[in-house]
């Protein structure tokens, strides 16, 4: 958006058309990038998960996908820093797409060549407690492994796991608030005035980054957390019900300074991400290896695919409703809406926290038992 907005500018400027050209090319630029990014971005986190799943057991799962995480907010800081250098009058922008692309061709042919999908095909054990009888040598492993996939699981079975479909609506609204987060954070900061005064494209850039470095101390420690006590929805629901003030105090003094807007961008990176890694970490994981499943070997990226793929649609079409908001009712609303959705999401787990006494109730079956 920072590139965006500097080629809106320059337009603009040699032209002399309207403000509301301007928005609309912004919106029309922010519709293309959003809906095809997601598209492909979208594709790769479900396999991450089963792979990760697949080499690391239930135990300190949290902790685990915090930590291996992390990959998301470095990338992410690096995604915010390498294009606002060009985000200056005059300057190259389309170095900012080419570096990222370059970058990413680069690792793909990486995990391409060299990322092992199962510790059986190489003879180790399986964490999640398969037999590696078959496996033991790597001139059968790729045979077996694939024998041992056989038996699919469909989307009506995954939906059905307890947990999916909730935490499914809760995801979708977790991610929309942080990819409106993510899109529009250096737009908003760059065209509000900080301290009194504008601080530019460049320094929103940079500090928008603060938004990520939160998220990497958040979702390492309630990843700890969730290990500690062993009940990630209480802890999701509790982030949430957190966002909303949060949310709230960003808005209306975040612009009091420079050093204000650090400390809230850290809050909030570190409640937002913490909720938005959690459910497509560790929970998904969880419930990819439900017990009614019956050690079924794809449920792990189908259910993760399920919940992501829903938070992917709360992604699409979350930044493009912020944006226009913000163009016909200003940011007020715009946090507002932010603010609604962390309710949902909340709204939407809560329920799940009290499953041992729903079950002792009788108002649920065995089958929820094992519930993040």
Not at 12 to 17: N, Q, R
Not at 361 to 366: D, R
């Amino acid at each position: 958006h920072i590139i965006t907005q500097h080629i809106t500018t320059q337009s603009t400027s040699s032209h002399s058309t309207s403000s509301h050209s301007t928005s609309s090319h912004r919106a029309h630029c922010h519709t293309e990038h959003t809906g095809i990014s997601v598209i492909f971005q979208s594709t790769g986190w479900p396999t991450l998960i089963a792979v990760m799943t697949a080499w690391f057991g239930k135990q300190r799962r949290g902790l685990i996908m915090g930590v291996w995480s992390t990959n998301v907010f470095v990338g992410s800081i690096l995604g915010t820093l390498i294009p606002a250098i060009w985000a200056t009058p005059n300057a190259p922008w389309g170095w900012s797409f080419i570096t990222p692309a370059l970058v990413l061709l680069v690792i793909s042919l990486m995990t391409s060549l060299l990322l092992l999908p199962d510790p059986r095909a190489i003879g180790l054990e399986s964490p999640l407690g398969v037999s590696t009888s078959t496996l033991s040598s790597p001139s059968t492993a790729g045979v077996s492994l694939r024998k041992a996939r056989s038996g699919g699981v469909g989307y009506l079975r995954a939906l059905l796991i307890p947990g999916v479909v909730e935490f499914s609506l809760a995801f979708f609204f977790v991610k929309m608030v942080n990819y409106v987060f993510k899109a529009w954070l250096p737009f908003y900061i760059a065209n509000n005035e900080i301290g009194g005064r504008l601080i530019g494209g460049q320094l929103a850039g940079w500090l928008s980054s603060l938004f990520d470095v939160g998220g990497v101390v958040g979702v390492v420690g309630i990843g700890w957390i969730t290990d500690l006590i062993g009940r990630r929805t209480l802890v999701i629901t509790v982030l949430e019900y957190t966002t909303i003030p949060l949310l709230y105090v960003f808005h209306r003094y975040g612009g009091v300074s420079e050093a204000s807007l650090s400390v809230l961008l850290l809050a909030c990176g570190c409640t937002l991400q913490a909720c938005y890694i959690t459910i497509s970490t560790a929970v998904t994981s969880d419930l990819g290896t439900h017990p009614s499943l019956k050690g079924s070997k794809n449920a792990r990226a189908m259910v993760t695919g399920i919940i992501n793929g829903t938070g992917s649609l709360g992604a699409a079409v979350g930044p493009l409703i912020a944006g226009w908001i913000s163009d016909n009712y200003g940011w007020d609303v715009t946090f507002y809406f932010l603010m609604g959705a962390s309710l949902l999401a909340a709204l939407v787990c809560f329920p799940l926290t009290f499953t041992s006494q729903w079950q002792q109730a009788g108002f649920l079956s065995s089958a929820c038992q094992d519930l993040p």
